[in-house]
């Protein structure tokens, strides 16, 4: 009974080391999701940094996994949460990142088409453009009959 | 007027496509060569590079500390563990595509961020260096743990591996794992008692 109590404890921390682990790695690939979404490395850098404390707290539960099982859980288990937090932290960096360079672009491009029927509009407009200038200035210059003229 | 608006049609379509050139060429990410890089400094003055250098000598009961650090450049963060190796002149050392098959002796790991760099000690000591058959016995403390070691021609390798998430394992050098790239680096001692 004590020994099958013992191996059951055992499989626990194996598989709680082992979900560290994976943890580790889902966080990592949230990361680099996030950053193709567009999210900053400034943004991404204290993620980082905590994903770098969860590694520390699953390599401490993996040393100590045969010496102190209750520390090695209590280990993998801080190191679950940080990692669980940093994927749930870059979802959030990378859909904002994404939602705001989609917002950049069209933008961008709706400014791109506008311009374009700008100048297209000015193209074909132009002729007439420069009629009514012609006949603006025709309007404003005084056309003085020549006979009064040449009575001064 | 249908020759004006057709005349206005075809101009519109051009200069959006001008237009929308421009726009995609300024908003394209620039490009930019990705690599990683390590390095391996002394804090002591110590270190011998590519060939036995002259001032590789390393004394028994004196700790050697050095510096490891890696810079990532790939666009994207890294998960990085270096293997260390303490090797003889029984094998060949690492190349550009295939790992040394010298022992691991630490091999830390770490997630870099892009345009980031990791550093971390190395510290190690000769404890011991007997002469015998056919080279030298040595006895060194690595990072705390004891290490033994026969033969001649000393040196320690440093190896960098990268995390891929295809196959969920770390492979030498960076890049995809088809064509990495190896990065490594090796430093000749010569004991003296």
């Given at each position: ?152 | ?82 293997i260390v190796r ?17 022992p691991r002796i630490?091999t ?86």
């Amino acid at each position: 009974m004590l020994l099958l109590m013992n191996t059951d404890r055992a499989s626990a921390q194996t598989d709680a080391i082992t979900t560290a682990k994976n943890d580790l790695i889902t966080a990592f690939q949230s990361i680099r999701t996030a950053q193709r979404q567009g999210a900053s490395n400034t943004d991404l850098l204290p993620l980082i940094n905590q994903l770098n404390t969860a590694l520390q707290y699953e390599e401490n539960a993996t040393t100590l996994e045969q010496q102190d099982p209750t520390a090695a859980d209590a280990n993998a288990f801080q190191s679950i949460n940080l990692s669980t937090n940093v994927s749930f932290q870059a979802q959030r960096l990378g859909d904002a990142a994404q939602t705001s360079s989609i917002r950049r672009i069209a933008f961008a491009y709706s400014i791109a088409l506008g311009a374009a029927t700008l100048a297209a509009l000015a193209v074909v407009e132009a002729p007439r453009a420069r009629r009514l200038i012609k006949k603006r200035q025709l309007r404003r210059a005084r056309i003085l009959p020549g006979e009064e003229e040449h009575a001064k | 007027m249908q020759n004006k608006l057709a005349t206005f049609l075809i101009l519109l379509v051009s200069f959006a496509a001008i237009f929308s050139s421009g726009t995609y060429y300024v908003l394209s990410p620039r490009a930019s060569q990705q690599f990683m890089a390590m390095g391996v400094y002394s804090r002591g003055g110590f270190l011998g590079y590519l060939s036995p250098a002259t001032n590789s000598t390393v004394t028994t009961g004196r700790p050697v500390n050095w510096t490891i650090s890696v810079t990532n450049n790939m666009g994207s963060a890294e998960f990085v563990m270096i293997i260390v190796r303490i090797a003889n002149s029984t094998l060949s050392s690492s190349n550009s595509t295939t790992p040394s098959t010298f022992p691991r002796i630490v091999t830390p790991e770490r997630f870099i961020g892009d345009e980031d760099t990791w550093s971390i000690n190395f510290t190690w000591t000769l404890q011991s260096a007997t002469p015998q058959q056919g080279g030298t016995l040595l006895n060194l403390q690595v990072e705390g743990e004891p290490v033994v070691i026969a033969g001649d021609n000393f040196r320690w390798i440093f190896e960098l591996w990268t995390y891929d998430v295809v196959c969920r394992c770390f492979h030498y050098g960076y890049g995809p794992q088809s064509a990495s790239t190896g990065v490594w680096l090796q430093v000749w001692f010569n004991p003296s008692s």
